[in-house]
């Protein structure tokens, strides 16, 4: 159920506020986590449309919040997520049949998939430092692990964590490094390419 309200204190310094709602009764707690458009930063006397929660301490607080104007996530953006979900794991299949018809090594699929295993915790490291308030890991070594065969793992984590999947500056250098190691992998399957693979494995073995 949602309630209706104004914002009576924000600290926009701080990120939070509270709001008192159009029943009356005690204010309700808000961060700017809670509103589903960062972009837009709150005001005092704002109107406001939220859903009541507690925190971890049981105190009423509120989530999924929206300011007057202002639009619910649509149910698209989730679509997308899970497409994007489903094509990560339709390439680690591909790379699976590849494997099986011996056009690539095992090996290849084996990188596969523990970077993704390494980049999905990489990810989960760095959303639990951002909520604790410690040391973050560079956005240039998630894109670095993405690049080099980790971006499946990104994807999940990106949907299933909802960390590093609206931040579009991120978003957009991702999605070059998933492109550029695709390329990659295509031309891995070349005659040239399958050649150079088998040399190098052939040398480190």
């Known amino acids: 159920m949602r309630t209706k309200g104004k914002i009576t204190s924000w600290n926009d310094n ?9 029943t009356g009764g005690k204010q309700i707690f808000v961060h700017i ?12 006397n704002q109107l406001i449309t939220y859903a009541l929660s507690t925190d971890k301490q049981g105190r009423p607080c509120a989530v999924k919040a929206t300011l007057a104007g ?3 996530p649509q149910k698209t953006k989730q679509k997308k997520g899970s497409l994007s979900v489903s094509v990560a794991i339709l390439f680690l299949v591909i790379v699976a049949v590849t494997v099986v018809t011996s056009k690539i090594p095992p090996l290849i699929l084996a990188v596969y998939l523990i970077l993704s295993l390494l980049t999905f915790i990489m990810y989960a490291v760095d959303k639990s430092a951002a909520k604790e308030g410690a040391w973050r890991t560079p956005e240039s070594t998630l894109h670095l692990l993405s690049l080099a065969g980790g971006w499946p793992g990104a ?8 960390h590093k999947s609206k931040k579009q500056s991120f978003r957009t250098v991702f ?4 492109l550029l190691n695709c390329s990659l992998f295509i031309w891995l399957l070349t005659p040239t390419g399958g050649a150079i693979v088998k040399s190098l494995i052939a040398r480190v073995v």
């Open 14 to 22: 701080k990120g939070f506020g509270f709001i008192t709602p159009n």
């Open 155 to 162: 994807v999940v984590a990106q949907q299933k964590l909802r």
């Open 70 to 72: 202002d639009r619910l």
């Open 175 to 178: 999605w070059v490094t998933v």
């Open 33 to 44: 986590k809670a509103f589903s458009n960062r972009n837009r930063r709150p005001e005092i």
